[in-house]
């Protein structure tokens, strides 16, 4: 196992158990408890947990996975999910999206659609996110919109009031909602407050707003509140979804969709 894969895979398990020890995470991993010693002291470093007698804990309370490390979880998933939302765009519209793996594989799907190869613009694209940005900046046929802001390490997005302000200047078609958390009760959430409330007003410019979330986001939540679900339009999740909880969000007003 690589480096890199062993990172993303002890700091998965720590963001599901909140505490591992040396010699737990070296039987699961199935490497030396030296590697795991060695892997631990490094994260500590990066400071993407806390090292302790014997183990490591979770950065904080609202611990949040950097987005490099979350790329392959539920991959698949995602990618179909994407594929389903970016049929949902039509072309010429103007389509808004946060930061987020899930997102990520939105703009990827958007940008091989054939119909959506040739235009003026063919998309307009605005975003928060500077990896969505830097994917599609390629793309001649789309206009791009990248928002000011403070820049989160862990999501690649911008942040903050300035940020708010080009997002108060626009209107959108269609927002595209990367989420950590979408609860029919509680609505869409994310880890950080700023992040939320820069989602939040992007959503607030949209006609219409799809949130983009694998089953297991759903019935979860989080600390900052984005939006209620009621604010949402469609939903489009995979087939791992609990049907009693695609019933509360239908009963809630959304269109479910299930790929």
């Known amino acids: 196992m690589s480096r890199d894969a062993r990172w993303k895979a002890l700091l998965e398990l720590l963001v599901e158990r909140g505490r591992l020890d040396v010699e737990e995470a070296a039987s699961e ?24 007698r014997g183990g490591a804990v979770v950065h904080g ?22 594929a389903a939302v ?3 765009v039509a072309p010429g519209e103007a389509v808004g999206l946060t930061g987020g793996t899930t997102t990520t594989e939105v703009a990827r799907a958007l940008a091989v659609r054939a119909d959506l ?17 830097n994917e599609l900046a390629v793309r001649p046929q789309f206009k791009i919109v990248l928002t000011g802001g403070v820049a989160r390490a862990q ?23 990367g989420v950590v958390a979408f609860d029919a009760g509680h609505g869409a959430a994310a880890h950080d407050e700023a992040e939320a409330a820069t989602n939040r007003l992007l959503c607030e410019r949209a006609a219409r707003v799809v949130v983009a979330a694998d089953s297991s ?5 989080a600390f900052a509140r984005i939006c209620a679900a009621t604010a949402v339009d469609t939903l ?22 299930v790929v």
């Open 29 to 52: 991993l199935a490497v030396s408890a030296a590697t795991i010693r060695r892997d631990f002291d490094q994260l500590a470093e990066q400071q993407m947990l806390v090292r302790t």
């Open 61 to 82: 309370v609202s611990y949040e996975l950097p987005l490099r490390y979350k790329t392959a979880r539920h991959a698949p998933q995602k990618q179909r999910i994407a």
């Open 86 to 88: 970016a049929e949902l």
């Open 117 to 133: 190869a040739s235009g003026s613009p063919a998309l307009t694209v605005v975003t928060n996110a500077l990896n969505i940005a």
């Open 155 to 177: 999501s690649y997005e911008l942040v903050g009031p300035l940020a708010d302000g080009v997002l108060g200047q626009i209107t959108l078609d269609v927002a595209v909602l």
């Open 217 to 221: 986001k759903l019935g979860r939540r």
């Open 236 to 257: 489009v999740t995979d087939a791992a979804a609990d049907p009693a909880e695609v019933r509360r969000f239908e009963e809630a007003g959304l269109r479910v969709v």
